[in-house]
């Protein structure tokens, strides 16, 4: 993947590996679910067989299929390695604290009348 496979984007693949091997599994899954099918794939962007395999075990089939559409996208384009950097940065965030991957919502429950403010 030429820039993409520096050693600070493998040093942070290698993280990323280890937390999702070693977290548990519905955790890993929920934040994988939640984050950006485009920032997931820039995530996998150059990283090793292993650690795809383990992350597209533990999402939905739809989802997964649209990740390796993003991948396949971009394995044709340059890809600049800070925006893989900055995908795996706010994964690794995500995978160790109760943030919500990509500083995304979750769900949004509308109110009903007799709901306190």
Not at 86 to 91: E, K, M, P, R, Y
């Given at each position: 993947?030429?820039?993409?496979?520096s050693p600070?984007?493998?040093?942070?693949?290698?993280?990323?590996?280890?937390?999702?091997?070693?977290l548990p599994?519905?955790?890993?899954?929920?934040?994988?679910?939640?984050?950006?099918?485009?920032?997931?794939?820039?995530?996998?962007?150059?990283?090793?067989?292993?650690?795809?395999?383990?992350?597209?075990?533990r999402i939905?089939?739809?989802?997964?299929?649209?990740?390796?559409?993003?991948?396949?996208?971009?394995?044709?384009?340059?890809?600049?390695?800070?925006?893989?950097?900055?995908?795996?940065?706010?994964?690794?965030?995500?995978?160790?604290?109760?943030?919500?991957?990509?500083?995304?919502?979750?769900?949004?429950?509308?109110?009903?009348?007799?709901?306190?403010?």
């Amino acid at each position: 993947m030429g820039r993409t496979s520096s050693p600070t984007i493998r040093a942070l693949q290698a993280r990323l590996a280890d937390r999702v091997h070693r977290l548990p599994v519905p955790r890993v899954q929920n934040v994988l679910m939640a984050t950006t099918d485009r920032n997931l794939a820039l995530a996998l962007l150059g990283c090793e067989n292993d650690l795809e395999h383990v992350v597209f075990a533990r999402i939905a089939t739809g989802k997964a299929d649209r990740v390796r559409s993003e991948l396949a996208i971009m394995e044709h384009r340059r890809v600049a390695a800070e925006y893989v950097r900055s995908a795996l940065v706010a994964l690794l965030a995500a995978l160790e604290s109760s943030e919500k991957a990509d500083g995304r919502t979750g769900y949004w429950r509308p109110r009903r009348g007799g709901d306190p403010p």
